[in-house]
């Protein structure tokens, strides 16, 4: 078996794995955790909650056709199992997306780095504190925030934030970090007396001790990629629905009302209905469904509704990805600009990991090699290779990294954005 054939394959198996029971609370914390890291894995595989995965043993092209509502999505035939990985650039997905190197495609927001600190400890990314600095994470064990830090990427100087102390009663360890106003914040759960308690924490950036920001009792998880920072407020929402508030400085947690079934999409934007898990049958056929078809904005009222279409769909605030009988999909919001996404297969549909496209305009195309697609440009850059030990993790809203043998690259959204390309979310 290939090396491109064993990363398709563990790729579509992790994707199937993501679609099994949660976890009881009554398991092993570090199981526990595992479990949600192995989740977060297999929502980089997703686009729009889609498993674009491709199938082992058979790499599939698209001919595409962008109109206004009307694309061909038809596939091209299957082609032959490769007996070596192709040279760089020369895999059929490359070629379709006129892929190149992503520093090469987004030079002033693409970073390699190493992976140890100057005192030798290693840290894992968490996500970008501004366009120069990384909050980082020196982990106290398995996936286990211990300390965060400030790590310039110029100077590789780094500079104490904050420690975690997980009280010995968590259930899922510190998650989902995210930077605003000056402050970094998360989420944990750990058991209270029996309940299950979500907890929202922070802490100041320029350093100093963390705090409990809010406190939900649930036996539900955040959902990925929803915890935000705004007008002095930390707002996030659960994965079966329900968006929350609570003072950045701390206090009591509130249910934003109309929001019982609904889940942050991008501040201030709220979506329903929620995401369905989908285990597909093996016949190709997806299922008519489009998460988040109908935002409201907290700020103005405004409402906002997807047009009809086919296929499986996850819609963000202009744009929406998807996956039909045919393959993978972008789509805008308004119904316009539909077009296939080479490298993505087909029938995979489990959403529920992730609110892609990223920034609203990022997919993450899983594979060997591996692929970030810009649906505003149609640029796409060809990402590092990750070491048999390591992983792709599509952070949060801002941050992709891809751990290789010696450190990571890093890719800042904001930063391609910051660069002039058109297309950011209002």
Known sequence: MTRQVENQLVRSLEAAASRAPAPEPGLLNHLERKGRRRQQRAQVALAGGAALAVIAGSAVAFNSREETGNTNLAPAAPQAAATKDPAPGQDPVSKALGAKPIDKVWPGAVH????????GRKFRPLTMADSHTLLVSVDAGYENAGELRLYDLTSKATRKVTTLNAPKDTKIFASDFTVGEGHVAWWTSRDDNGRRSIELWAAPLTGG???RVGQVYSDDVVQA??????????????????VYQAPLSGGT?????????????????????????????????VPDQIAYRTLRNLRTGEVRTATDRK?????????????????????????????????????????GFA??????????????????????????????????????????????????????????????EASGASGQSR
């Open 209 to 211: 001790d963390s705090y």
């Open 355 to 416: 609110i892609e496209p990223a920034r609203d305009r990022f997919v993450f195309i899983g594979g060997s090699p591996s692929f970030i697609y810009d649906v505003e440009t149609k640029k796409a850059g060809r990402i590092a290779a990750s070491d048999d030990d390591g992983f792709r993790l599509l952070n949060d809203d801002r941050l992709y990294y891809a751990q290789t043998k010696t450190g990571y690259q890093l890719v800042d959204f904001a930063a391609i």
């Open 311 to 351: 296929g499986a769909w996850l819609c963000r605030v202009q744009w929406c990805v998807g996956d039909s009988k045919d393959g993978g999909a972008v789509q805008r919001r308004d119904g316009t600009g539909l077009r296939a996404v080479p490298g993505a297969g087909s029938g995979v549909a489990s959403f």
């Open 112 to 119: 390699t780095i190493p992976n140890r600190l100057p005192d």
């Open 225 to 242: 990629m929803t915890v935000t920072i705004a007008d002095g407020k930390v707002y996030w929402s659960l994965k079966k629905g329900g």
């Open 253 to 285: 947690a509130e249910l934003l009302k109309g929001t019982e079934k609904s889940a942050l999409v991008r501040w201030p934007w709220v979506g329903s209905p929620l995401p369905k898990s989908w285990s597909g049958s093996g016949s190709g056929d």
